[in-house]
């Protein structure tokens, strides 16, 4: 059973930073894409960032420059770097991690951006 625990997650004044950590009950090596998605209320959820089996990223354009995703293929672990945050990144944050075309999903972590 592959499982995603997200952690990180918090109370943060904008402008600030924080760093998301999603950890696999499996070998990072094993997915071929992970990423990260994120759910504000009332609104669907969106990818955010994603870091392929290769070390390749991506983001999502209302991030780029502020958010980095990286992975630590010996902690089994993927992570979100977020600087310079602003209200609208307030939201849940989960990780996805796809193999052969299945999807896992942890259970998300809140990220609340507020003075």
């Known amino acids: 059973q592959v499982q995603l625990v997200e952690s990180g997650g918090g109370l943060v004044q904008p402008g600030g930073s924080l760093r998301l950590s999603c950890v696999a009950s499996?070998?990072?090596?094993?997915?071929?894409?992970m990423g990260w998605y994120r759910q504000a209320p009332g609104k669907e959820r969106e990818w955010v960032a994603v870091?392929?089996?290769?070390?390749?990223?991506n983001y999502v354009g209302a991030v780029k420059g502020r958010f980095t995703i990286s992975r630590d293929n010996a902690k089994n672990t993927v992570y979100l770097q977020m600087n310079g945050l602003k209200p609208e990144d307030t939201a849940v944050y989960s990780c996805?991690?796809?193999?052969?075309?299945?999807?896992?999903w942890g259970q998300g972590t809140q990220v609340t951006v507020s003075s």
């Open positions: 870091i392929s089996r290769g070390g390749t990223t």
């Open positions: 996805k991690a796809v193999q052969r075309s299945i999807e896992y």
């Open positions: 499996i070998s990072i090596r094993s997915f071929d894409v």
